[in-house]
């Protein structure tokens, strides 16, 4: 039995003939980099990153040059950036991106973009400076905008309880209680209105 092992290797070693050095690629930091980009691309299609990021701040200088938010501008901006978010989602200024795409969204009164903008930004990167931001602004959004004072004040909660010590849980607070005031004056509006006495 031990006679057959040592014959074995002996036999692999003759039949494979002499062993070939394997090569190796050592790849440097930006090599690295594109392997990554490559491997996170979510289809062939994908505009280069590099190209991507020009095209951003060559934009976003047009933008904030302006006085006034040209809206055609501000679409093709918001583009751009929900694309670097598709494509390029691990790297550090996505978050950044998709803020600001609900920021621009938000000005150009689509009030359901820029709260999935945010969503997406407060769920998907929860070390993200501007996370309590996320959540308040979507809570302002359904307050002011949508009228939804249910959903607004679970997210003015919501920030209360996630962010306890920011400016904006005292913000928060706030606004719930400046929508308690306002639940309590329109119903002294019904009251005075339908000849309710107390």
Known sequence: MQKMLFLIPVLI??????????????????????????????????????????QIADLEKELYASEVLNETKANKIVALYQSYYQHYHRYAETPDFLFKAGEITENINQPYRAIDFYTHCYEEYPNFKFSAECLFRMANLYDYKLNNYLKAKALYEEVKEQFPKSQMAKDADAAIKLMSESDQEMIREFEKKNGVKK
């Open 13 to 54: 070693l003759v039949s494979c003939g002499q062993p070939q050095e394997p090569k190796v690629t050592l790849l440097n930091k930006d090599s690295v980099e594109k392997l990554n980009e490559a491997r996170n691309l979510k289809n062939a299609g994908a505009p280069p990153r590099d190209t991507l990021l020009k």
